[in-house]
């Protein structure tokens, strides 16, 4: 589904602020994984996602989606294949514009636009039925303007514009981490059954170490631009939170401290 090859990237290359943020590196997604990434701040998470979107281009390296290489695609034409939820809840929808704009605007994702009618009768009954399944109530407000909504409300209906059209890869870049702790939960909760449902191949980053054991089928840990851990199936199921942070600062070179749990 997706495969990485000798990925790197540099910030401000050239510079005495240069800064080697992927470190050749190499990933293989299959079809269907639910993987969830790990690793400090600067690990290289959110930097490996925007590679993969298109957000970045790369300094070396090839990436493959559905076997058609992308590495040399504009962000806009990787849109086809690649939907993405942000961590701030503002980023995925337009205020300004009604929950059905919106949700039409989904709809068409990676298809030529025309002139006609923005949201036809069609389309209000489809919207209707998937906003019913986040449970708000939002599938009777579908001309209200999105700007009046909850950070929670937007990035629920975020994740159902990014789900409208099947896509090929779903990234996720802490896309619960701006939300209340129940608001998060519900949120990763609609997560959980619409790649479920779907069985869309995910890679989702986070710092909650419990959230990356509980969810997912997969498991990745990155520290320093590079791929430490790569765990699934039943080794991932027998893994602790203990175990991770263990393994996280033995590379780092620092004494693991049960104290450092709380941080977790």
């Not at 939300?179 to 059954?193: C, F, H, I, N, S």
């Not at 942070?245 to 401290?257: H, N, Q, T």
Request: proline fraction near 2%; aromatic fraction near 4%.
């Amino acid at each position: 589904m997706i495969k990485i090859h000798s990925l790197s990237k540099y910030f401000h290359r050239g510079s005495v602020n240069e800064v080697l943020a992927l470190s050749g590196i190499d990933l293989k997604v299959r079809a269907g994984d639910f993987i969830t990434l790990v690793g400090s701040n600067g690990a290289g998470k959110s930097t490996l996602l925007n590679c993969i979107a298109g957000s970045y281009s790369v300094d070396g390296g090839r990436i493959r989606v559905d076997d058609v290489d992308v590495t040399g695609w504009p962000e806009h034409r990787r849109a086809a294949l690649i939907s993405r939820v942000f961590q701030d809840p503002l980023l995925g929808t337009c205020g300004s514009l009604s929950i059905e704009q919106n949700l039409a605007l989904a709809s068409r994702r990676g298809q030529s636009h025309g002139l006609g009618w923005g949201v036809r009768r069609s389309d209000r009954e489809l919207f209707r039925e998937r906003l019913s399944l986040l449970g708000l109530g939002l599938e009777n407000r579908l001309r209200d303007q999105v700007g009046m909504l909850s950070g929670g409300q937007r990035q629920a209906l975020t994740l159902l514009m990014a789900t409208l059209v099947r896509p090929a890869v779903l990234l996720l870049d802490e896309h619960t981490a701006a939300l209340d702790p129940k608001t998060a939960l519900q949120v990763l909760e609609l997560t959980e059954k619409l790649v479920g449902e779907l069985q869309l191949t995910t890679l989702m980053v986070t710092h909650n170490m419990r959230q990356a054991l509980q969810l997912g089928n997969r498991l990745v840990m990155m520290h320093a631009g590079r791929v430490i851990l790569d765990v699934s199936g039943a080794e991932k199921k027998a893994m602790r939170v203990e175990d991770l942070l263990e393994r996280f600062y033995s590379v780092r070179g620092e004494a693991f401290d049960s104290d450092r749990m709380l941080l977790v």
